[in-house]
């Protein structure tokens, strides 16, 4: 089984502090996508990166793809309320991986106290 | 907007009892997909299908069986519901990876069963 780590798996913060989230494994990937799960809720697409070293920017959320694209980091800057939710990265294998070929990582829960 | 309809958001069955889970996307999506979320162990894929009247086991299939009889429509049937079956289940559609497609998936809101 190719197995993607989400570190940390819970993390309480106060409004306006930064905020780190990374997503490792030993397999390279195709692409990885960010998913946001809010409560009650299903998973909404954040991102998909797709190169090696990208960096993609969506307003505070700030992504990178790993050199080697193994790895994955989701960084969250001067956080807030509204980004409470459990983020979720997937990858999508070269060679096999899940039965569809997309792996996930079991999440890191994110609580920003006001 | 795409949108992914699941018919239940909450369910309570007894063990034994048939359970169906219907799941409807407007997007013309050909790729299905039924995962369970449980805590602890994240989105585990159940059955994924490709294309109307084809079905293919997911990670865990055990316990579970699916429907595609239209392409908008993908149903997971639960033959005898078991408590260990108590999930959130979470429906997604998707169109092929290629082109200008990632692979990236829609999901509905999910369904929470609860198994007594």
């Known amino acids: 089984t190719q197995l993607l780590e989400q570190s940390p798996q819970f993390l309480s913060i106060q409004e306006g502090e930064n905020l780190t989230v990374y997503c490792n494994s030993s397999?390279?990937?195709?692409?990885l996508q960010w998913y946001r799960q809010e409560p009650g809720e299903g998973p909404v697409l954040l991102v998909t990166?797709?190169?090696?070293?990208e960096v993609k920017k969506l307003k505070r959320l700030t992504f990178q793809f790993g050199d080697a694209r193994k790895d994955s980091s989701l960084h969250i800057t001067a956080a807030q309320p509204g980004d409470t939710g459990l983020y979720l990265c997937?990858?999508?294998?070269?060679?096999?991986?899940?039965?569809?070929?997309?792996?996930f990582g079991k999440g890191t829960h994110l609580i920003i106290q006001p | 907007d795409v949108k992914v309809t699941q018919s239940s958001r909450y369910l309570v069955k007894r063990t034994g009892e048939k359970v169906f889970l219907e799941c409807v996307q407007d997007m013309d999506h050909e790729n299905m997909f039924w995962y369970r979320q449980d805590p602890g162990l994240g989105l585990r894929l159940i059955y994924f299908?490709?294309?109307?009247?084809?079905?293919e086991k997911g990670d865990i299939p055990e316990g579970y069986s699916v429907s595609r009889e239209k392409k908008e429509r993908f149903s997971l049937i639960l033959e005898s519901a078991s408590t260990n079956q108590t999930s959130m289940y979470l429906c997604?559609?998707?169109?092929?990876?290629?082109?200008?497609?990632?692979?990236?998936?829609?999901f509905g809101e999910g369904s929470r069963l609860t198994v007594l």
């Open positions: 997604a559609s998707s169109f092929p990876r290629g082109g200008r497609h990632t692979g990236e998936l829609f």
């Open positions: 299908s490709y294309d109307v009247k084809m079905k």
């Open positions: 397999s390279v990937f195709s692409s």
């Open positions: 990166v797709v190169t090696g070293g």
């Open positions: 997937a990858g999508r294998h070269i060679v096999g991986g899940g039965a569809d070929g997309l792996t």
